[in-house]
């Protein structure tokens, strides 16, 4: 099953949402096609897609939550591999692997993901850390692997920016961080197309669970000048859509475990495996660029085809 | 609760919060006696887990790790404050609604970090 949003459905129901009105949902079906009625396969010229992959959690063990644990990011890789539009690239929005207290185990796990991503079809992908990967360490080990924790790149006219919120064990950018994106942000722009990519939600979700990032409102209150601002990000293991003024963010499903909607059960733990619905809530996603990287329509992947 | 005491507190720093009020924990001396819960942390757990309170009865936890550093988040009462190894953290509490609150390290701490949580149970 997929789904599909683009900005300005996400505005309308955002804003309906907002008036209290029920059953609204974001539309589904089998094939990802966008409102505008066109295949997601029929792009027009100077659009792109980027594929983003989160929270793969690799070394996690936990029959209960994922009897595929070591077979499932493999899956999500030929599933990648299979889609008849290959993105520009792929981003990893974090929690590369599971957590260790063990600093050999971590860079074993940090291999083996590396080793299987290396199966992508797509070579250009860019890759962040999560808490899982960075915090117990500062990021050592993952600098080792993956180079810098916060970085920028263009593509096609969109400038990405990737922060950092997990290599500091308090979830937090940090100033020294925040003065750099400052610096960055000053030399564009006020409409330029900016799509921001993170491990945390930078808005307090749901802070009770660690759903937030201590000075993420430092970084939104930094891009608010900007027109054209996208927020993709992980952490949460689900969708969620939500506005920050005229910046959405958008979180991803995981690859390893789903997790329960922000508040919804007393306690945080993953949701049990579904044998009737292997891989529910897991998958990926697609964005596509329009409008010059003004507008992202949105389409969900399942793990698997079948 | 494990340890209790009875304690005069002349010039240190807490944070303070109510139940109910909208403002965040501040910096305030602590100028009267208070009953003082002290409280460990270590990785994947808090000691003791369950802390009950007397509502209306103003009290001041003292928060210490016996390893690395933690946080502690008591969203109901808008609070959260880091607890470093070597110092003690002082945080006052003033409940005033009966009730569960839960409360959690919020520095991600090592592989159980997801299991440090606590509650404060406030009795009439």
Known sequence: MTTTINRREFLELAALAGAGIAGVVFASGLRPVSAAGRSAQGYEEGEFVFLQMSDTHWGFTGPAVNPDATVTLEKAVATVNALEQQPDFIVFTGDLTHTTDDPQERRTRLAQFRDIVSKLKVKTVHFMAGEHDASLDHGEAYREFFGDLHYTFDHKGVHFIVLDNVSDPTGSIGDAQLQWLRADLARLDRESPIVVLTHRPLFDLYPQWDWATRDGADAVQTLMPYEYVTVFYGHIHQEHHHMTGHIPHHSAKGLMFPLPAPGSVPKKAPIPWDPAHPYKGLGFRTVQAQAGGKEYPITEWPVTKG | ?124
């Open chain 2, 1 to 124: 609760m494990k340890i209790i005491k009875l304690a005069v507190i002349m010039g240190a720093f807490i944070a303070f919060a109510t139940l109910g009020e909208a403002a965040a924990a501040e910096a305030i001396p602590v100028v009267q006696q208070e009953r003082v819960i002290q409280v460990t942390a270590k990785v994947s757990e808090y000691s003791p887990r369950e802390i009950i309170l007397k509502k209306g009865e103003p009290v001041i936890l003292e928060l210490t790790s016996q390893d690395r550093e933690h946080g502690f988040r008591l969203t109901d009462f808008g609070i959260r404050a880091d607890i470093k190894p070597g110092q003690v953290t002082r945080v006052r509490i003033l409940p005033q609604q009966v009730g569960r609150f839960s409360f959690a390290c919020d520095v991600f701490c090592g592989v159980d970090h997801e299991e440090m949580v606590g509650e404060i149970v406030v009795v009439d």
